[in-house]
């Protein structure tokens, strides 16, 4: 039987929150490839080496806790938000880490951890296990670009000196990833863990808008090409043609928005936007695509404005393994009889990824308030306790 050591598990968890400290409650900036990343990922690293694994950094800067033989592989990500809480992803990494250096202890040797790169999608959508799962090649990848327009191949080449080759999925057995819930339904209508039935699909991609930037006071509004005056009727009829086809758990957000040149005395030539939209359902997904390309064709071409579609990035829903499953739901009623529940995820995760090579499973514990993506994001400890045991005998089930 797996016994991870909670104050050692609570105290890494503590000390990967100094990478990044935003000063504000508990709150980390620490996006994918900035300096507090990668001084993070070399301290994981070294956390790693200790607790007698392998540690391995692949082109991406997915970074691997490599055991003895094949195993089952722990993790998520350590990549913040750039106003971010200090458990998303990072919880998932040291939990693995926790259980993994405690198999060691107890003679069981051939299990791996994970911290993937760029979950937060910096650069695309869960970049760092899409590549190395293989849904987005390197070369696809590189030609990325943040909001800032730095391309990922300019990014990752700050890690190039930690960098190796890619791991094959074939020397792991399975993928269990735990993670703070990022919702409120453990909050508040009660729970220590839930296991995660399916996780949601997701689409992303950028949308352009350009008109004819002109003087603010000596242009009618009738004779305006206004690329933002555009943008704001695309996202009114969206919301009326989306009724009907959506359900209560749909979700769709417009989350970015640039205008050029951003004058106050300038009609905006351009505006570029970033639309996502997340179901279980791969064919309303498509649905839904549908009406954003025709709405957007629309409205441009009634305007006098051009329109460009950048690419589509998303992946599939996806169901948890029924083994990996049973593994975590007997072993949340061992730990916390009848204070569990399954929930599905509308928060996207690298298993997704990871499911193309491996059975993959998921843990979640409660948010409180239901926060994430912001520095108020929190979990009570005794919850981040039960989540580590929870996880740990599932890890012991698994292997027998």
Same mark, same amino acid.
């Given at each position: 039987?797996?016994?991870?050591?909670?104050?050692?598990?609570?105290?890494?968890?503590?000390?990967?929150?100094?990478?990044?400290?935003?000063?504000?409650?508990?709150?980390?900036?620490?996006?994918?490839?900035?300096?507090?990343?990668?001084?993070?990922?070399?301290?994981?690293?070294?956390?790693?080496?200790?607790?007698?694994?392998?540690?391995?950094?692949?082109?991406?800067?997915?970074?691997?806790?490599?055991?003895?033989?094949?195993?089952?592989?722990?993790?998520?990500?350590?990549?913040?938000?750039?106003?971010?809480?200090?458990?998303?992803?990072?919880?998932?990494?040291?939990?693995?880490?926790?259980?993994?250096?405690?198999?060691?202890?107890?003679?069981?040797?051939?299990?791996?951890?994970?911290?993937?790169?760029?979950?937060?999608?910096?650069?695309?959508?869960?970049?760092?296990?899409?590549?190395?799962?293989?849904?987005?090649?390197?070369?696809?990848?590189?030609?990325?670009?943040?909001?800032?327009?730095?391309?990922?191949?300019?990014?990752?080449?700050?890690?190039?000196?930690?960098?190796?080759?890619?791991?094959?999925?074939?020397?792991?057995?399975?993928?269990?990833?735990?993670?703070?819930?990022?919702?409120?339904?453990?909050?508040?209508?009660?729970?220590?863990?839930?296991?995660?039935?399916?996780?949601?699909?997701?689409?992303?991609?950028?949308?352009?808008?350009?008109?004819?930037?002109?003087?603010?006071?000596?242009?009618?509004?009738?004779?305006?090409?206004?690329?933002?005056?555009?943008?704001?009727?695309?996202?009114?009829?969206?919301?009326?043609?989306?009724?009907?086809?959506?359900?209560?758990?749909?979700?769709?957000?417009?989350? &970015?928005?640039? #205008?050029?040149?951003? !004058?106050?005395?300038? /009609? +905006? $030539?351009?505006?570029? *936007?970033?639309?996502?939209?997340?179901?279980?359902?791969?064919?309303?997904?498509?649905?839904?695509?549908?009406?954003?390309?025709?709405?957007?064709?629309?409205?441009?071409?009634?305007?006098?404005?051009?329109?460009?579609?950048?690419?589509?990035?998303?992946?599939?829903?996806?169901?948890?393994?029924?083994?990996? &499953?049973?593994? #975590?739901?007997?072993? !949340?009623?061992?730990? /916390? +009889? $009848?204070?569990?529940? *399954?929930?599905?995820?509308?928060?996207?995760?690298?298993?997704?990824?990871?499911?193309?090579?491996?059975?993959?499973?998921?843990?979640?514990?409660?948010?409180?308030?239901?926060?994430?993506?912001?520095?108020?994001?929190?979990?009570?400890?005794?919850?981040?306790?039960?989540?580590?045991?929870?996880?740990?005998?599932?890890?012991?089930?698994?292997?027998?």
């Amino acid at each position: 039987m797996i016994e991870p050591d909670v104050d050692r598990f609570l105290a890494d968890l503590r000390h990967l929150r100094t990478f990044g400290t935003a000063g504000v409650l508990k709150g980390v900036s620490r996006p994918a490839y900035g300096r507090p990343d990668i001084e993070a990922r070399e301290w994981l690293a070294g956390r790693m080496r200790e607790a007698g694994l392998t540690p391995h950094f692949d082109p991406m800067g997915n970074l691997f806790g490599l055991g003895d033989g094949p195993g089952l592989l722990l993790g998520s990500h350590s990549d913040s938000q750039p106003e971010g809480g200090w458990l998303d992803g990072a919880l998932g990494v040291i939990a693995g880490l926790e259980v993994v250096r405690a198999a060691r202890e107890a003679g069981i040797t051939n299990l791996s951890c994970v911290s993937f790169q760029d979950e937060e999608g910096m650069f695309g959508v869960t970049t760092g296990s899409s590549v190395w799962a293989g849904h987005l090649s390197l070369e696809e990848a590189d030609k990325l670009t943040d909001g800032n327009g730095e391309t990922l191949a300019d990014s990752r080449a700050r890690m190039a000196h930690l960098a190796g080759d890619f791991l094959s999925p074939d020397q792991f057995t399975g993928f269990l990833e735990m993670h703070i819930e990022q919702g409120p339904v453990l909050d508040t209508e009660g729970g220590t863990v839930a296991v995660v039935s399916h996780i949601v699909g997701i689409r992303d991609m950028r949308v352009s808008l350009a008109g004819q930037q002109n003087h603010a006071g000596t242009t009618p509004m009738r004779l305006r090409r206004d690329a933002f005056q555009g943008l704001a009727e695309i996202n009114a009829k969206l919301v009326e043609r989306f009724d009907g086809v959506v359900t209560a758990q749909t979700v769709w957000t417009v989350g &970015r928005v640039t #205008l050029h040149p951003n !004058a106050a005395s300038i /009609v +905006p $030539g351009k505006a570029t *936007v970033s639309i996502q939209w997340r179901d279980s359902e791969t064919a309303r997904l498509a649905e839904m695509e549908q009406i954003i390309r025709t709405t957007v064709e629309e409205v441009a071409t009634a305007r006098g404005l051009s329109f460009e579609f950048g690419p589509m990035l998303g992946l599939d829903p996806v169901d948890m393994d029924r083994g990996l &499953r049973d593994a #975590l739901e007997g072993a !949340a009623e061992e730990v /916390v +009889p $009848g204070d569990w529940r *399954v929930i599905p995820s509308g928060a996207l995760h690298d298993s997704t990824n990871v499911a193309k090579h491996l059975p993959v499973a998921m843990l979640f514990v409660p948010s409180i308030g239901g926060i994430s993506h912001d520095y108020a994001e929190d979990t009570d400890e005794a919850d981040l306790a039960a989540g580590l045991r929870v996880l740990a005998r599932a890890a012991s089930r698994l292997i027998g």
